[in-house]
């Protein structure tokens, strides 16, 4: 690319480099917390999907694959604090972070096949409405209040420090909504004798299934391709650098995400007054962390305004 890149800072080249990284809370603390529940989950589905053939429901079944996506998630987020421990190597120099994004659009894509299967059967149930086992429902789904409940308060108390335990609650929280509403078509049925409830409460819950997976399958789309993470401003990052003292120009700024909640930078900083020194580009490094969320930041320092680097026209902004 035509580039020196000089770390002795004794010595003033065209090109220098600040390196910050920045580090993200892991879930290294929640170990116990996924262990229980993801081994009451599994329990559970495996519940749902057996009594809910017994009973002829199609919701419980439904109930069932929303719950196994569930697992997955969390299982993902587990994965992802362990995965995240790994130290670099010659092959993957940084480390194994992007095995959960890969994972998360996996586990949307199955989510989503799940849906269709799920949502064919409901709606031939619909034309042929078959009799459900109310009370076997009902128990079942209380069942899931419990399980889904209780599993939610284990990730309770680190849902506001930490992405991932955050989303492992409100998978929790929302699926004991969803186990709810099971419930309570149950004791529609029972007070009405209409079985085409089942099938049509099914259907629902496919929709709200959908709903969150889409935003799944966009976000893990999103990090695959190395697009800039959701609550991150590109412009406003490249105007928090522009400002900074002495800095005349700024190019070739990429940020991406190593993981599902860790996010990088790279750019180009035009400083024709010289090379500010180590501790002010740590300074923007721990700003970038402070404000924008981002953890990894590279920093390359040009010193020689009337030169145009050759990666700034390739890669400018739309």
């Known amino acids: 690319m035509g580039h020196d890149h000089n770390h002795d800072h004794d010595h003033e080249d065209d090109h220098d480099h600040g390196h910050g990284h920045g580090h993200s809370h892991g879930v290294t603390d929640y170990n116990n917390a996924f262990l229980i529940g993801t081994l009451l989950n599994i329990s559970f589905v495996v519940a749902e999907v057996f009594y809910g053939y017994l009973a002829h429901s199609v919701a419980l079944v439904a109930d069932a694959g929303h719950n196994l996506g569930d697992v997955l998630g969390l299982l993902l987020a ?5 995965l995240a421990k790994r130290a670099p190597c010659d092959r993957y120099t940084y480390g194994l972070r992007r095995s959960s994004i890969l994972a998360s659009l996996f586990n949307a894509v199955v989510l989503l096949v799940t849906v269709g299967g799920i949502s064919w059967e409901a709606v031939r149930r619909l034309s042929t409405p078959e ?3 109310e009370w076997t429902v009902i128990a079942i789904a209380s069942l899931g209040i419990l399980i889904n409940g209780g ?3 284990l ?5 506001k420090g930490d992405l991932n335990i955050r989303g492992a609650f409100m998978h929790m929280a929302s699926d004991a909504a969803l186990s709810l509403g099971v419930v309570l078509s149950g004791f529609l049925i029972l007070a009405t004798g209409w079985s085409w409830i089942d099938p049509l409460l099914s259907l629902v819950i496919a929709g709200v299934i959908v709903y969150g997976t889409w935003d799944l399958l966009t976000h893990s789309l999103n990090l695959a391709l190395d697009g800039v993470p959701p609550g991150i401003d590109l412009k406003s990052v490249e105007s928090y650098l522009a400002q900074l003292p002495g800095v005349i120009g700024v190019h070739d700024l990429h940020i991406w995400g190593m993981s599902t909640t860790e996010t990088a930078l790279t750019a180009h900083l035009v400083l024709p007054n010289g090379y500010p020194g180590d501790a002010f580009l740590d300074e923007i490094c721990h700003h970038l962390q402070e404000k924008f969320s981002i953890a990894h930041s590279t920093l390359q320092v040009e ?3 009337t030169h145009t680097c050759s990666l700034e026209k390739s890669h400018q902004h739309a």
């Open 303 to 305: 010193i020689d305004g």
């Open 78 to 82: 587990w994965g992802a604090s362990i």
């Open 131 to 133: 009799p459900v086992a």
């Open 155 to 159: 990730f309770a108390s680190g849902r």
């Open 151 to 153: 599993t939610a308060l």
